[in-house]
């Protein structure tokens, strides 16, 4: 299987984790008022399919070799598999609260909240399970891109500052950002150890998880919405052929960034804190999105863009850190 053996390369593929992180949700908003609930089962199998495939071809560059795809998948025990398939769960459920918590309150509320929450959370367990890098410039990032994070909040409050702040919606992303922080330690648990997986077949095993998961929590939130009237599998079969392409492809983008962060993590010189800390510069990049290609900002105030000029300084700075963080000593 491919392994980055160099810095340089660990750090493109964490770059890379970082823009479809941020970048997949595009393909939702491309399918404009299709709901949420039915672009998910799009945006599965969009997940399932690039696991497979990435798995298969760059998880088996030597079929002989133990570490490929099914050699490692077969030689796994059940207390890794366990790992991996429980974080695709946790993983699964935070996401959909997220999106939920978005739906109720807004990104204004839910982002700082849940995805804040994640960041500190998910980097201290990954460090304490396995501490590689410079502590001091890593945790130091963190609190700068957290900054960053909180900018971008203030951001778009400004854009609607007259929205009320949902109590149901605050209670939602502290939820969805618990278990955002909660899943990737499962993952670095599952990479470790005797008869651990590898980056490949942890990742296919988290689709699974998440397929699984997916099934009975996405068929609530579609019968008993946060938001909206309830939807069917229906109206799921009724969607044109285009909606179903953004959907797979939304989570084949979200697919190949979290790979390609698990493969980063798995790398001798950088770890799971650091992989997963410098992933979440998605936020960075969606606002990249937002600011620059649908003009969220289109006439926002003096005071709104020099919170966004403050952001991307904190966010590019607090990334800098987190990226130098193995190199540093």
């Known amino acids: 299987m491919f392994i980055p053996q160099v810095y340089p390369v660990a750090l493109v593929m964490m770059v890379l984790s970082m823009v479809c992180w941020g970048s997949w949700a595009n393909t939702q908003k491309l399918t404009r008022a299709w709901r949420f609930e039915?672009?998910?089962?799009?945006?599965?199998?969009?997940?399932?399919?690039?696991?497979?495939?990435?798995?298969?071809?760059?998880?088996?560059?030597?079929?002989?070799?133990?570490?490929?795809?099914?050699q490692n998948l077969s030689a796994a025990d059940s207390t890794h598999l366990a790992y991996a398939f429980a974080g695709g769960v946790v993983f699964n459920?935070?996401?959909?609260?997220?999106?939920?918590?978005?739906?109720?309150?807004?990104?204004?509320?839910?982002?700082?909240?849940?995805?804040?929450?994640?960041?500190?959370?998910?980097s201290v367990l990954n460090y304490l399970i396995t501490p590689k890098g410079n502590p001091?410039?890593?945790?130091?990032?963190?609190?700068?891109?957290?900054?960053?994070?909180?900018?971008?909040?203030?951001?778009?409050?400004?854009?609607?500052?007259?929205?009320?702040?949902?109590?149901?919606?605050?209670?939602?992303?502290?939820?969805?950002?618990?278990?955002?922080?909660?899943?990737?330690?499962?993952?670095?648990?599952?990479?470790?150890?005797?008869?651990?997986?590898?980056?490949?077949?942890?990742a296919f095993v988290f689709a699974l998880g998440i397929l699984v998961?997916?099934?009975?929590?996405?068929?609530?939130?579609?019968?008993?919405?946060?938001?909206?009237?309830?939807?069917?599998?229906?109206?799921?079969?009724?969607?044109?052929g285009a909606v179903h392409f953004w959907g797979v492809l939304g989570g084949m983008i979200w697919a190949v960034g979290t790979i390609s962060n698990f493969v980063a993590s798995y790398a001798q010189m950088v770890g799971p804190a650091i992989s997963y800390s410098l992933g979440q510069g998605a936020t960075m990049v969606a606002a990249i999105w937002g600011v620059f290609v649908w003009k969220e900002?289109?006439?926002?105030?003096?005071?709104?863009?020099?919170?966004?000029?403050?952001?991307?300084?904190?966010?590019?700075?607090?990334?800098?850190?987190?990226?130098?963080?193995p190199v540093v000593h």
């Not at 935070?94 to 960041?119: D, H, K, T, W, Y």
């Not at 939130?221 to 909206?228: E, L």
């Not at 926002?300 to 990226?323: D, P």
Request: hydrophobic share 55%; net charge positive; aromatic share 12%.
């Open 297 to 325: 900002f289109r006439g926002a105030g003096a005071q709104t863009k020099r919170f966004l000029a403050l952001m991307f300084l904190f966010f590019i700075v607090g990334l800098t850190c987190v990226a130098l963080a």
């Open 136 to 202: 001091l410039m890593l945790f130091g990032g963190i609190a700068l891109v957290s900054v960053a994070i909180v900018l971008d909040a203030l951001a778009y409050r400004r854009l609607s500052p007259d929205a009320k702040v949902s109590k149901k919606g605050i209670v939602v992303s502290l939820l969805g950002g618990f278990g955002m922080g909660l899943f990737y330690p499962f993952i670095a648990k599952g990479t470790s150890g005797e008869n651990h997986l590898g980056p490949y077949t942890v």
């Open 38 to 70: 039915l672009f998910y089962w799009d945006y599965l199998w969009g997940i399932l399919l690039s696991a497979l495939l990435i798995g298969l071809t760059l998880g088996r560059t030597d079929p002989a070799s133990p570490d490929s795809f099914f």
């Open 93 to 122: 459920i935070a996401n959909i609260l997220i999106v939920a918590a978005i739906s109720l309150a807004g990104l204004a509320v839910a982002f700082p909240i849940g995805i804040g929450l994640a960041l500190v959370i998910g």
């Open 213 to 240: 998961s997916t099934i009975p929590g996405n068929y609530i939130f579609m019968r008993r919405p946060v938001s909206g009237p309830p939807v069917a599998m229906s109206d799921y079969l009724q969607g044109s």
